[in-house]
């Protein structure tokens, strides 16, 4: 059926360059960013777990949409990922190493790659990018200084919506380019009891990663959770639940999906990383996402971290023996804040750390505590009236902010000295009705430059 979709109960074939259909037989196929086949013969036998792809004959230039089976046996589990890849990054040479290694999101039942241009994903030129038309580049500012990228993403969710291909699947799951996802981990997460009720609402669920509130490198909601935002999203952008000017795409989404009534399902065993409170690195967590690794190399060595993979290169020769003392400089440089400094953020690779956040993840350089701080800080000296009624300041004992009540971690002195002023006894309240608008229960400053809470 052209310009339709044709669903088909037994074998199915395709005219070709001949105009006539070849015999029915079965053939691997290869989908690309957009769904379409590579195969030129192609055919196989419908089942009740289907997915609409787009074959193309490259003589008729006509296309037509079939339905075949998706990788999982169970629809309730199949996925629907995709991906923004910003080419100027390096994003798109991420995805296209995803794509060489069969991993991310092209290891779900269906995918599309979005960017701003029609780039190829591999060498031949058949995997390519679908394109989002306008700027991908998201201007800095807001409550926290970050990428405002709702408008660019809300362009996105529309042409997930207007394709429809999510439709034929359990869940949708939106994915950062540089974050190691491994969808059948997610799949037994899909089909849990709980995620499973969920997804059969009306109104559907989404599945919140983090304690502070959903975060952007994995998005993941069933499908009637999407058609339920399909509906609503010009609603949550008039109401302003989330301004464009002020929070990035994750708390649009979390907050639009909220107010429209689609249930958010807690499951905090899907994303590892820093703006969660967790060192993502080595990957030997049993999570679904591990995030950011912007590089492929190290993109890869997290993936065979999560997997158990071991390289298939030869092991390189013993190093010849050398005295305890000979460390060369650039090793003893990485370990010592002395010589990178504390104000850097966290530096991946690096062996250890000099930043705020490391004496929550015990990874801090030795030389830490004497070169960024002038000397440890022990428990009784960390109080209100030294700090002030600030934010949030990771690895200290104690905290000064308006949210350290909700996790038990208040100077013994937070009542008396910050309390007085009575700013932070309101936000408190503040924190714990949300605000009119159906606004979040947690605000929280960035942590390396990325938003840990709303």
């Known amino acids: 059926q052209e310009g339709g979709v044709a669903t ?50 490259s003589s008729t230039a006509r296309e037509l949409t079939v339905v075949i089976p998706h990788h999982s046996e169970d629809a309730e589990q199949s996925l629907y990922c995709f991906a923004l890849a910003r080419p100027e990054i390096g994003e798109i040479e991420l995805m296209a190493t995803q794509l060489r290694h069969s991993t991310g999101i092209f290891a779900c039942d269906g995918y599309t ?98 304690k502070i509130g959903n975060h952007g490198p994995i998005e993941v909601i069933s499908s009637a959770g999407v058609a339920t935002f399909s509906e609503g999203i010009d609603q949550c952008i ?22 429209l009534g689609v249930q958010q399902l807690d499951d905090f065993q899907l994303l590892s990383e820093i703006n969660c409170f967790e060192n993502p690195s080595p990957c030997t967590a049993d999570k679904v996402t591990f995030h950011p690794f912007k590089q492929p190399a190290a993109f890869l060595q997290c993936l065979a971290q999560a997997t158990g993979e071991t390289t298939t290169a030869a092991p390189p020769p013993p190093p010849a023996p050398v005295a305890a003392a000979a460390v060369p400089p650039a090793a003893a440089a990485s370990r010592s804040c002395a010589a990178v400094g504390c104000h850097g953020g966290f530096v991946k690779d690096r062996p250890c750390q000099c930043n705020e956040a490391c004496g929550h993840f015990k990874n801090c350089c030795p030389d830490y505590a004497a070169t960024c701080r002038g000397r440890p800080e022990e428990p009784h000296e960390v109080n209100c009236a030294k700090l002030g009624c600030a934010s949030f300041k990771p690895g ?21 000295i910050c309390g007085a002023a009575g700013k932070p006894r309101d936000l408190l309240a503040s924190l714990r009705t949300g605000d009119s608008r159906g606004g979040d229960p947690l605000t929280l400053p960035l942590i390396g430059g990325g938003l840990v809470g709303d």
């Open 113 to 210: 790659v979005f960017s701003s241009q029609a780039l190829a994903l591999d060498q031949k030129g058949v995997v390519k990018a679908e394109v989002i038309d306008g700027s991908l580049v998201a201007p800095i500012g807001g409550l926290y200084n970050m990428a405002l990228n709702s408008e660019i993403f809300v362009r996105v969710w529309r042409r997930v919506f207007e394709a429809k291909r999510y439709v034929s699947f359990g869940w949708v799951v939106k994915v950062d380019p540089d974050a190691v996802f491994l969808p059948a981990r997610l799949r037994k997460h899909c089909s849990s009891l709980p995620a499973l009720q969920g997804s059969e609402k009306p109104k559907g669920v989404y599945l919140n990663n983090c």
């Open 238 to 259: 008039e109401e302003k639940y989330a301004p464009f000017t002020d929070v990035g795409e994750d708390v649009f989404v979390r907050r639009c999906l909220r107010n």
């Open 8 to 57: 088909l109960a037994g074998k199915w074939h395709l005219p070709w360059e001949s105009g006539e259909p070849t015999p029915t037989e079965r053939s691997s196929s290869r989908h690309d960013a957009t769904g379409s086949t590579t195969s030129t013969t192609a055919s196989t036998t419908a089942t009740a777990v289907s997915t609409s792809v787009t074959l193309t004959s």
């Open 396 to 416: 200290r004992p104690c905290q000064c902010d308006a949210t350290c009540g909700r996790y038990g971690n208040c100077c013994a002195d937070f009542s008396a």
